[in-house]
């Protein structure tokens, strides 16, 4: 019946109003700006790993070449051993710190947790140098590494373990609070012994807390850029290969090489990530009840001792950064003084690259939050283009998959090109706002979804038949019921904006030279005082925006404590 | 009938290969209020949708007073809706609420004050204008978003199960009040539910459906007095289905006995379900003076307050069971007791035939 139905009824095409072509076309700009600034210029990089200096096609004669040379190809190894050794000590450390602030009665619980996220304010370069300050030729405790180098291995994985250990704690904080204390319950009354415990309800219920943490983890250090070119002395990596390649060589299509193994990880990393991400969610049933510790004196002064030990190990970095960056000469002349970040002397950065530095981060910051709300509203909530939609929501995920030195290489290669109509943005603010916003475009985009399905899904088509045009419920309804996570993500771009490294390294130009790179050029002129006073700023900038972000929430919050559910 | 206010023809929806609404057709009059009523997943959102034109239809129209607007955008049509969430905005005051509407019509702020404060004693919350939504009831804030549906003075009025997050108290005293809203402002509506008490007791027609289609559209009596399927009888009230066989034309054999009944279109010797609800089974006790009777155990006796349940078979009915419910007065005085036989009867006019065969859930 209903097929011959639809042989005799023409099927009915919905007529567009001005709502729906807005959407429509909106959806369609978005789309097109994730695969202008995104899709295009990371298709031409894979191109380019198939081509030769001249720009003729030459199949996998690259991939020969690069796999034909063991000095090269030894980088794999290396990246993959450093990598797996920081991410074992990261994940060890960080569920034992998750473990103390979610499990056990340790008091200061609240400041340990602030503490932990510190190394978040600074970028990656800035450990780095406080190893070479702690552990270098004029180290202050040079002697406990017994003779062995900080050069190396050793300083990248110390590195590493640094600047990602609050990366892994997040999402193991996030896994470990969501446990049943119902069967926490059953186990104990069952008779078993805390161990037992441990080992058949705590581990695996965080299992893939664990895994997604694991990979989070060593996607970070293999893909970092910051901490081996800083402390990795003749120890190829893949990441600071790229750089060489590119920067030192001027050789693209060997650095494209690179860059396509770089990815592998990651994208790895990436599909093991969403998947327990689902799985995590899941395994969240509604009618689980939360998991109140009790006091036990030996497990809670161990975990203290941990936490301590960990706050410590964190102050000491950034003590001995800040202390480097006051002291006068070090290690001959400790007296301290603010000549350090006079920058006038210093070779590779001045306040100039500071105040771009605020200027990019800011612009990044407005004008991501911006695209990332309008594209995650368009995402989630327009009647129209149902394929776009999805489209363009697989598009804003890539980021996630795409370490920021290939990011950075493959805009080289598309804004760079010859004859490309954008070629003016190439060596300007625009570009590194743009490189940044696409570099961490995903974790914000996935924020503002989460914000925006706890809205009622009705808030639309109760607009439509109030015959009222959606961008006026946009802004008057969905935006300020949104405003606590759009400053959120103001804020996450504002900080990785300032601190990040890696896809900026290739872009900037005399003009727009930043803050991170100028503490990697400073350190790599020998002025490492001042490259660490630069990291210090740095630090002390992000610190202040975000005490900032949280009076502005606190604030919000009081004025919309009002109509919010109580 | 005169010309309908709604003319719905030939509705499908498809969601890939599951067809979600099968070709319905219905009319709908100027200032009736009609339910949709079926189980869960039958199509009725779905076809709420379709007439909104938040999801517009695979195949078929849709005229509002004589106007094909089925394939307008909702923005383009005139219509007013009520969720079950409310869907109120919770950061603009009850008052902002409802005047949203109007503020995009650039109306004067004196007349949209005057209409807000007209709507706000409608739904008996003159008040509350200053309130967030969060500050309300449930069943306040359903009125509020009732009367921010009714500010625009929409033609339709939709409705997709206005009542079901409010408790039972509040619910069936929201249900009268939103009858006779209905009835004042002669407001044509459609309303969901699923709530067969609330269709019944609100609605001038119901639709049935199930999966997909219509079952039986009528008024609440038709529908329970006069079931159209089998369908429409099992799923509306309390039925006795039972398999019997046309004996003859107007005579059926159920178990042992022989019942007299309104036979259309069934040959003789097919086998037929005979439809009877519970409140129709008379019960004489020992006496039995009756055309259409036969005799019975009581194998079960629940007191249900008013009336009890009873639960018959052996006898005649062999081993079929029948349900009968009994006011408490006559059963007192037919002393009726567990095990004992008692003699039944079921006017003819009560029985009601479908074929066999098909039986939902
Ligand atoms: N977007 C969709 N994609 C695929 N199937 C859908 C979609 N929306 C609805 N359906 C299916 O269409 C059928 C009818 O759904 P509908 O929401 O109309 O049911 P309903 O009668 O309103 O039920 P309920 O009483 O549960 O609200 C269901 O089986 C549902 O799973
Ligand atoms: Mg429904």
Redesign the interface.
Known sequence: ??DT??IV????????????WLMGGSLLVLALYLTVTLLIPLVVMLSKSLEDRHGVFVGLSNFVRYFGNPSLTAAIGNSLWVSALATLIVVTLAFGYAYALTRSCIPFKGFFRLLAMVPLLAPSLLSAIALIYLFGNQGALKSWLFGASIYGPIGIVMGSVFWTFPHALIILITALSTADARLYEASESLGASAWRTFTTVTLPGARYGLISATFVTFTLVITDFGVPKVVGGQFNMLATDIYKQVVGQQNFQMGAVVSLILLLPALLAFFVERWAQSKQTSALSSRAVPYQPKPHATRDLALLGLVSLVGILILGILGMAAFASLAKLWPYNLTLTLHHYDFSTADGGSWASYFNSIRMAFYTAVFGSVVVFAGAYLVEKS?VAKALRTATHMLALIPMAVPGMVLGLAYIFFFNAPGNPLQFLYGSMAILVLVSIAHFYTVSHLTALTALKQL?P??E?????????FY??LW??TT??CLPAILDIAIYFFINAMTTVSAVVFLYSPATTLASVAVLNMDDAGDTAAAAAMAMLIVVTAGGVRLLHAWLSHWLHQR?Q????? | MSTPYLRIR?L?KRYGHF?AL??VSIDIVKGELICFLGPSGCGKTTLLRAI???D??????VEQDGRDI???????RD???V?Q???L????TVARNIA??LE??KQPRAVIQQRVKELLELIGLPDSGNK???QLSGGQQQRVALA??LA?S?GLLLLDEPLSALDAKVRIHLRDEIKALQRRLGLTTIMITHDQEEAIGMADRIVVMSNGKIEQVGTPFEIYHQPASLFVAEFIGAMNLLPATLVQQGEIQLGQARLTCPVDGFATGTTVRAAVRPEDVVCTGRTNGHANSFEAEVQELEFMGPYFWLSLGGGALGEHRLRAQLPRQQARELDLRLREFTHLHIPAEHIRLFPDGYRHG
Not at chain 1, 562 to 566: D, E, F, I, L, P
Not at chain 2, 89 to 92: A, D, G, K
């Open positions: 019946m209903a139905l639809a009824l023409p099927r009915v095409r919905p007529r567009l109003g001005r709502d729906e009647r009622d009705e808030f088509s109760v607009s439509a038949s109030l015959r009222t045009p006026r419920t008057r309804v300020p019921m919309t009002a109509w919010r559910q109580r | 030939n499908t067809t099968d070709d909104s034109g938040l517009i239809q695979t195949h078929g129209t089925s394939a307008l955008p909702p923005a383009k219509f007013g809706i969720f969430s409310y869907a905005f919770q950061n603009l949203y509407g995009n019509r967030y939504p969060s921010r549906a625009v929409p």
